[in-house]
DNA sequence: TAGATTGTTAATCGATTAACAATC
DNA sequence: TAGATTGTTAATCGATTAACAATC
């Protein structure tokens, strides 16, 4: 294969957690940079994000990516390279089955766009919404779904379908050829291993919140007592 | 104190991974239940959800919940005790901060009201949207935020403004008195580890499948080589 | 009864953190 | 130089899984 002992080492598979870490770091990057640092270090990085300074310089260690004794890391360096870890660097082609209020809010989302996602079709399956156009893009039917896809070579899909309709649009996503879903439904999506699903949690976040406020009210109140 | 054995053992704190899953069980028995059954395995609610036997019963463990020997657990009761586990027994207080698209699609999202959040208001730094109405809400100004927040004790925030207004938002919302927040925003939020965070990753969640797609997309071409 | 399934402990696995030599 | 900081290994911690006695 003629690859280097370096190249081998930043293949191997990044964990997951530290995938979920390194897009926290590449926006924290993305704003210090902008505010004009050019350096950064393991502990102001770490404590700017909840974290430990080891933990920090362990994710970075997965970027086969070099830093300075004394100064830290080049922001713009690391900000390149979490990039490309993070498959930002090109343009990513997605498509969003759902056009309610979610979809289309998604549709127009500043932040997707400016982080290169290229939206290459919304879907609803509401034969009224047919036409109709949101954010450039006319809203098509469920049937020219798979033509799409193909056509741009779509990797991701994103489910904004009420929760009932989830698992089908997923089933239809994955048939049409995606190989990663994310899903803001409240559903648990039964997919292949092989496309890899990414929930939005909303509704379960809130469920989650809700868990943690009462459990910390209840402390409160015994602590009252 | 007269607590009973039974009741400490309850009120232990259930780890932050098993809550998550709490929250995916719930949706799950939600709808087996709609769909008629009565009793469920470990082992086919672990199926289903992509888990082991094991973990799911390691899980129900926590909630000091049994289930009965060559039945498995009673699907009705098991979604008592989740949904009061996650604190979805009783209404929960929230409001929304930002009334743009993404704000204005979660005050209409019908998910959340089915399950018990009741949105006490909707506000905006927005003065041209000041007074405009969403889903029966009138959207506010950030000055009436924190009289809200008191006056029916929301526990929960929204954050579904710009990234760049995120952070302040969140320190409305703590200042107001907010007990948890649930972040739409690609913005790391640095909040009083008293205020718990939950991201919806939707920006971030991208990220990761375009990671996860990428690295696969490269396996597949290697494979091929 | 034999088989299925739970409840619970112990073993395993993986992620995080501590430690520290190397370096500037 | 002394001090700061990285890169990397080893230790620790916590979560998941395996195992199995108890039970119906």
């Known amino acids: ?7 081998e080492k930043a293949a191997r598979k990044i964990p ?26 393991s502990k102001d990085l770490a404590a700017d994000l909840g974290l430990t300074n080891a933990t920090v310089r362990r994710d970075i260690f997965y970027l086969n990516f070099s830093g300075h004794t004394n100064r830290g890391y080049s922001i713009e360096n690391l900000e390149r390279v979490l990039t490309r870890v993070l498959g930002l660097h090109k343009e990513c082609d997605i498509v969003i089955v759902g056009a309610g209020n979610l979809g289309r809010a998604l549709a127009m989302h500043g932040d997707l766009a400016r982080m290169g996602f290229r939206i290459r079709g919304i879907f609803d399956s509401d034969k009224k919404l047919k036409r109709k156009k949101v954010s450039g893009l006319v809203i098509q039917s469920m049937n020219a779904l798979s033509a799409v896809v193909k056509k741009y070579a779509v990797s991701i899909g994103i489910i904004a379908v009420p929760s009932t309709a989830a698992q089908l649009v997923a089933n239809q996503l994955v048939k049409a050829g995606v190989r990663g879903v994310l899903n803001l439904a409240c559903a648990n999506l039964k997919l292949p291993k092989s496309v890899h699903v990414v929930e939005a949690r909303i509704a379960a976040g809130l469920s989650e919140l809700c868990c943690c406020v009462q459990i910390a009210a209840g402390r409160e109140s015994a602590a009252l007592a």
Chains 1, 2 share one sequence.
């Open 1 to 7: 294969m003629g690859m280097t002992k370096r190249k």
């Open 16 to 41: 997951s957690p530290v995938v979920r870490r390194l897009a926290k770091y590449r926006t924290y990057v993305n704003d210090v940079a902008f505010r004009g640092l050019k350096w950064i270090t």
